[in-house]
Structure formats: structure tokens, C-alpha cells
């Protein structure tokens, strides 16, 4: 996600230049945009597929499932309503608000990841994500 932020900057910034400019930028840029979000949306059903707490729920998951999408939907739905209001004044600043969205999409994942590798580094016993606040001690 961090590494779309340039990349929308250059595309912005010289996406006029020519057409094979053009197509290179908005290849690029595309791979670094849709490429994380297809990697977590896969990684998210995979997960929710294999987690013990559904226990082969059917439709307990199809219920998480519609959750995640519709939530999905909503961030569809509002970013062209925001980039209609924005590019009506500026161009500018529909290319800040995609840059802003993607730096606070990289700061909500860098958590993520970080507890991911360092599960990784621990070893294959201890895949639990860190909780926010310690557990309470047992009684």
C-alpha cells in the first residue's frame, strides 16, 4: 500500500507526458493498489474458512462472509461519491485523497504484519495475534 502512494504521485505528475507513459503509469499504479486488495480479501476468506470458532458452519460463515463484502460495498460506494464532490474543484485532490487513503490503509495494515512476521519468526506453535491490552490474570 505504501509503495502506491509514488506511484500515484507519478501518475499524476507525468501521466500526461504520452499515451505509453500513460499506460505504463496506470499499470503500475493498479498493480499496486488492487494487488494488496486482492491479496487481503483472499487471505481474509481463507482464514474465516479455516478458523476453529466456525467449526464447518456453513452458514456462519456465509454470514461473516456477506459481512466483510458489504462492508466492502460501502467503501465502494462512498470513495466515487467522495471523488465526484473533490474532482469538482480539483484533480489535485482527488489524487491527494486516493494518496491519503492508501497511507492510512498502510499505517491499519503495518500492525497486521508486523504481528504476522514476528508470529512467523517465533515459530509454527505460536501463530496468535498480540492482543491490544495484556490478559487479565486468572483467578
Keep these: 500500500m505504501y509503495c502506491a502512494i509514488p506511484a500515484l504521485f507519478l501518475y499524476r505528475s507525468y501521466g500526461h507526458i504520452s499515451m505509453s507513459v500513460n499506460i505504463t503509469l496506470m499499470l503500475v499504479t493498479g ?4 494487488g494488496p486488495y486482492a491479496l ?5 476468506s481463507a482464514d474465516l474458512g479455516t478458523h476453529s470458532s466456525l467449526k464447518g458452519n456453513s452458514r456462519a460463515l ?11 460495498s460501502i467503501g465502494a ?21 486516493l494518496m491519503v487513503s492508501a497511507l492510512i490503509s498502510g499505517l491499519l495494515l503495518t500492525r497486521l504484519l508486523v504481528a504476522e512476521v ?14 491490544s491490552r495484556p490478559p487479565l490474570p486468572e483467578a
Excluded: C, H
Excluded at 31 to 34: D, E, G, I, L, T
Excluded at 40 to 44: Q, R, W
Excluded at 62 to 72: C, Q, S
Design 40 to 44: 487481503i480479501t483472499t487471505a481474509v
Design 62 to 72: 456465509a454470514t461473516v462472509t456477506a459481512i466483510i463484502d458489504g462492508t466492502g
Design 77 to 97: 460506494a462512498i470513495g466515487p461519491l467522495l471523488t465526484g464532490y473533490i474532482s469538482a474543484k480539483s484533480w489535485n485532490g482527488v489524487f491527494t485523497m
Design 31 to 34: 498493480m499496486f493498489v488492487n
Design 118 to 131: 514476528a508470529a512467523k519468526i517465533q515459530g509454527p506453535g505460536t501463530q496468535e495475534l498480540p492482543r
